[in-house]
């Protein structure tokens, strides 16, 4: 019944590929899928009768309980093998990942956006549209779980719904967990972290996109862990990160492919683009950095070996980022007037405050683990949480280049949450009135963050104090005192952190 007004669907899936892109799933496959959908069962649909639509789930059904296997071999092209599990072969894999698909445009857009209104009707309620969406795919999901259906297909919905579903949900709650503990299951029952090759079974396009996914769901795990300070669930002890090929998407779905005319020796594209099989590349090596980060944080090692580890893992990131080509480094001087586009202006920002937070985590580390071994042990860490503040606020400043991109946008700022408020606490801390003082810093942020991601004005609280707070602009105070650094360091030292922060150090 969702799927009776198709021709909106694809208008909803063209907005999402037109700035967000795939990497997973791209564009020419779920155009394949979506015309096939529409061209064979469009009188179905439209007419949206009972006798018809269970004809349908039947036909839908049955297509799904054939094994996927049997349309791969080494000479499979992409294009065969997506118009083979649409139309007539339509499976419940591909409803789900269209459907997920709608959600996660739904959830990245604001309110208003032109592809939700008309001039004849009232707008789409955005957060509905996600909702039912989301849930939709859920159902397809139970659907291929009820038949024990495990093939690339599945693992394809299950990645997209993951995406779709946890962006709906509290960062690092059971649900999201559970989650995404599921897909890494998924991903080890069909081996995908063992190596991935081209062979009689297995045409090129299908080990590229099984790199990327198994990649892409590594690094979430770890993302997860991280701010939930809970181990991951797929580590590198057990799996083998094999990096993809940075292609485009055409570069994916083409037939014969000169790979030596569209990547370098290191297997970059040759264009300078970032885009987001370049981004999953990046992740592979910075999500095995986050790994050792994690388990120096969250293991049982002696003081001397952490700062043996830390300084091993400074070192590692510190030449990851040297390394990089020079199209991948951001220019803090340069960021907002360049050519980019707000996707790559995203990735840019992302790799660098990626490469912040690995700095960031390890000082942290050694803060709460190691102690103080000098005057003021806290130095590195109120560097590197400036220059992360720095770069949050020139995203900030310039938010209307991520309007199309909600979710990441406020996933950044929340994950980064943590580092900009040390930075504040660090800058404003003092002996006689240092908790005070990060109380207000901790109040300046909120009331930032507020008025960037709030719907309107914030609604006043009925405590004096707290109306009193909103209306004095300094917040009681100025923000930067000169105090005790090391009386607050100790302090800071003493400080149990929530359960919710970057991780658990306690």
């Given at each position: 019944?969702?799927?009776?007004?198709m021709?909106?669907?694809?208008?909803?899936?063209?907005?999402?590929?037109?700035?967000?892109?795939?990497?997973?799933?791209?564009?020419?496959?779920?155009?394949?899928?979506?015309?096939?959908?529409?061209?064979?069962?469009?009188k179905?649909?439209?007419?949206?009768?009972?006798?018809?639509?269970?004809?349908?789930?039947?036909?839908?059904?049955?297509?799904?309980?054939?094994?996927?296997?049997?349309?791969?071999?080494?000479?499979?092209?992409?294009?065969?093998?997506?118009?083979?599990?649409?139309?007539?072969?339509?499976?419940?894999?591909?409803?789900?990942?269209?459907?997920?698909?709608?959600?996660?445009?739904?959830?990245?857009?604001?309110?208003?956006?032109?592809?939700?209104c008309?001039?004849?009707?009232?707008?789409?309620?955005?957060?509905?549209?996600?909702?039912?969406?989301?849930?939709?795919?859920?159902?397809?999901?139970?659907?291929?779980?009820d038949?024990?259906?495990?093939?690339?297909?599945?693992?394809?919905?299950?990645?997209?719904?993951?995406?779709?579903?946890?962006?709906?949900?509290?960062?690092?709650?059971?649900?999201?967990s559970?989650?995404?503990?599921?897909?890494?299951?998924?991903l080890?029952?069909?081996?995908?972290?063992?190596?991935?090759?081209?062979?009689?079974?297995?045409?090129?396009?299908?080990?590229?996109?099984?790199?990327?996914?198994?990649?892409?769901?590594?690094?979430?795990?770890?993302?997860?862990?991280?701010?939930?300070?809970?181990?991951?669930?797929?580590?590198?002890?057990?799996?083998?990160?094999?990096?993809?090929l940075?292609?485009?998407?055409?570069?994916?779905?083409?037939?014969?492919?000169?790979?030596?005319?569209?990547?370098?020796?290191e297997?970059?594209?040759?264009?300078?683009?970032?885009?987001?099989?370049?981004?999953?590349?990046?992740?592979?090596?910075?999500?095995?950095?986050?790994?050792?980060?994690?388990?120096?944080?969250?293991?049982?090692?002696?003081?001397?070996?952490?700062?043996?580890?830390?300084?091993?893992?400074?070192?590692?990131?510190?030449?990851?980022?040297?390394?990089?080509?020079?199209?991948?480094?951001?220019?803090?001087?340069?960021?907002?007037?360049?050519?980019?586009?707000?996707?790559?202006?995203?990735?840019?920002?992302?790799?660098?405050?990626?490469?912040?937070?690995?700095?960031?985590?390890?000082?942290?580390?050694?803060?709460?683990?190691?102690?103080?071994?000098?005057?003021?042990?806290?130095?590195?860490?109120?560097?590197?949480?400036?220059?992360?503040?720095?770069?949050?606020?020139?995203?900030?400043?310039?938010?209307?280049?991520?309007?199309?991109?909600?979710?990441?946008?406020?996933s950044?700022?929340?994950?980064?949450?943590?580092?900009?408020?040390?930075?504040?606490?660090?800058?404003?801390g003092?002996?006689?009135?240092?908790?005070?003082?990060?109380?207000?810093?901790?109040k300046?942020?909120k009331?930032?963050?507020?008025?960037i991601?709030?719907?309107?004005?914030?609604?006043?609280?009925?405590?004096?104090?707290?109306?009193?707070?909103?209306?004095?602009?300094?917040?009681?105070?100025?923000?930067?005192?000169?105090?005790?650094?090391?009386?607050?360091?100790?302090?800071?030292?003493?400080?149990?952190?929530?359960q919710?922060?970057?991780?658990?150090?306690?």
């Open positions: 019944m969702l799927l009776k007004d021709p909106t669907i694809q208008t909803y899936i063209g907005k999402w590929f037109s700035f967000a892109g795939g990497v997973v799933v791209i564009e020419p496959m779920v155009k394949i899928w979506t015309s096939g959908l529409w061209s064979t069962w469009q179905t649909l439209a007419s949206q009768r009972p006798a018809d639509l269970r004809m349908m789930s039947e036909k839908i059904w049955e297509n799904t309980l054939r094994p996927v296997s049997r349309l791969l071999d080494r000479n499979t092209t992409p294009r065969e093998f997506c118009a083979n599990v649409t139309g007539e072969h339509l499976r419940w894999e591909v409803i789900g990942i269209v459907v997920a698909l709608v959600s996660l445009v739904a959830q990245s857009l604001k309110d208003g956006d032109p592809v939700f008309s001039h004849d009707e009232a707008p789409i309620d955005r957060a509905a549209l996600a909702l039912k969406m989301c849930n939709a795919s859920e159902m397809c999901v139970g659907f291929c779980d038949f024990g259906v495990l093939n690339d297909l599945y693992l394809w919905l299950l990645y997209e719904n993951s995406i779709a579903y946890c962006s709906m949900r509290a960062r690092g709650s059971y649900e999201n559970r989650k995404i503990s599921s897909l890494a299951t998924a080890m029952c069909c081996n995908l972290h063992q190596e991935i090759k081209v062979d009689d079974d297995t045409p090129f396009f299908i080990a590229q996109i099984r790199k990327r996914l198994f990649i892409c769901a590594y690094e979430n795990d770890k993302r997860l862990a991280t701010f939930s300070g809970r181990p991951p669930k797929l580590t590198r002890h057990y799996c083998r990160l094999q990096i993809p940075d292609l485009t998407d055409a570069q994916t779905m083409a037939e014969g492919l000169d790979l030596g005319n569209v990547v370098d020796e297997g970059w594209n040759q264009g300078c683009i970032v885009q987001r099989c370049t981004f999953a590349r990046l992740s592979s090596t910075s999500s095995l950095i986050t790994e050792e980060i994690l388990e120096a944080s969250l293991g049982f090692l002696a003081e001397d070996e952490i700062s043996q580890r830390a300084a091993e893992i400074e070192s590692k990131t510190n030449k990851c980022w040297e390394e990089l080509p020079d199209f991948l480094r951001i220019d803090m001087n340069d960021l907002w007037s360049s050519k980019r586009s707000p996707l790559e202006l995203l990735f840019l920002a992302s790799i660098r405050l990626g490469h912040l937070d690995h700095h960031f985590l390890l000082q942290r580390t050694l803060s709460k683990k190691v102690g103080s071994g000098s005057a003021n042990p806290n130095v590195n860490l109120l560097s590197v949480c400036s220059e992360i503040f720095e770069l949050i606020v020139l995203m900030v400043d310039n938010k209307d280049h991520f309007r199309d991109f909600q979710v990441d946008f406020i950044i700022l929340a994950s980064k949450y943590d580092a900009c408020l040390l930075r504040t606490m660090l800058l404003t003092s002996e006689a009135n240092g908790f005070q003082s990060c109380d207000r810093g901790r300046f942020l009331k930032i963050l507020d008025m991601l709030g719907p309107g004005p914030a609604a006043h609280s009925s405590s004096p104090a707290s109306i009193e707070d909103i209306n004095d602009p300094t917040l009681g105070a100025p923000l930067l005192q000169a105090g005790s650094d090391g009386d607050f360091v100790r302090w800071l030292e003493r400080t149990d952190w929530d919710d922060s970057l991780v658990n150090f306690n």
